[in-house]
């Protein structure tokens, strides 16, 4: 699978102001998923699981959770008449999974997590129910995965629509779901200007929190992203490796990984009255990550890319 290049990805822009998108080629999706049928011949008990701990309060420093997306600021319904910001309600997606592992040095970067075979997507996906009136609708059990790729490492995070939901329910709002099938139905250059990342370092030392920042950044500027779609989901792909700026910040969070506690958390920016006020699709938040001892990445990859290396 292909990306061209965005022009503005020669530009020096901090991080997390700006990160960027690039090609969405769907062309490729059946190639991948032709191989990752060949590769899930292998059986269940052979592949590795990269799920990472969720965090039990009082029995544990470190893991994931979700913890509401209250605390975060959106752009209020009048936002473009007064720019006047409010606390988002509870995101409309509940965080449902997450992998992180080590890459190989010889693996330049893992892509498509969806189709995988040692995936954590094969024991949560959902089937949309008949009657599905568009993608993502409430009630649909639509998935949407992000993936992060870093300079050997990688975090993936599932998140899902409630399970309390039902066809014909309102799910996230009106302004919300118009938002988000505006996205999935958009083209390349709709989702490059509109998907919205919220950081956040919620504990830890004041460089890490100086240099990561705490501004919503709409992903369009700095960083190589790819997107995938198949039945019932849609992913995003981050190459956080393509930018010099990014693998800074990454070096500053590592170093201090077992030490803070950070959020990740997406939505879309509302750049027109229907899609006001924001609401945030779905958080993560991962607290004293022990990066050194993730899993190393040891199955084969459908459609990797390889550095060359040993």
Not at 91 to 103: K, L, S
């Amino acid at each position: 699978m292909s990306g061209v290049e965005s022009p503005a990805q020669v530009g020096k822009r901090e991080f997390v102001r700006a990160l960027s998108v690039d090609e969405n080629d769907n062309g490729g999706g059946d190639v991948f998923a032709a191989q990752a049928s060949g590769a899930a011949g292998a059986k269940e008990e052979n592949l590795q699981d990269f799920r990472y701990l969720r965090y039990v309060p009082e029995e544990q420093e470190e893991g994931w959770w979700d913890p509401g997306a209250e605390h975060l600021r959106v752009r209020d319904s009048n936002y473009l008449d007064d720019k006047k910001k409010v606390n988002s309600e509870s995101a409309v997606f509940d965080c449902v999974e997450i992998e992180t592992y080590q890459v190989p040095k010889k693996i330049r970067k893992v892509e498509h997590m969806a189709i995988q075979p040692f995936s954590a997507f094969r024991h949560i996906r959902k089937k949309a129910p008949p009657g599905t009136p568009y993608k993502g609708a409430p009630g649909s059990g639509f998935t949407f995965i992000v993936q992060f790729q870093a300079p050997g490492y990688g975090v993936t995070m599932y998140y899902q629509r409630k399970a309390s939901e039902k066809l014909g329910d309102e799910g996230g709002g009106k302004a919300f779901e118009s938002a988000l099938k505006d996205f999935l139905e958009g083209d390349l250059d709709y989702k490059t200007r509109h998907l919205k990342f919220f950081p956040l370092v919620t504990e830890g030392a004041w460089i890490v929190r100086k240099v990561v920042g705490g501004k919503p950044a709409i992903i369009a500027k700095k960083i190589d992203t790819t997107f995938h779609e198949g039945d019932n989901y849609f992913e995003v792909n981050v190459d956080v490796s393509s930018s010099s700026v990014a693998k800074n910040i990454l070096r500053v969070v590592k170093s201090y990984a077992k030490k803070i506690t950070f959020d990740m958390a997406w939505g879309f920016e509302g750049k027109k009255v229907e899609h006001l006020p924001e609401r945030i699709l779905g958080i993560s938040r991962f607290a004293h990550v022990h990066v050194s001892a993730l899993p190393v990445l040891d199955s084969e990859v459908v459609g990797a890319s390889d550095s060359g290396e040993d």
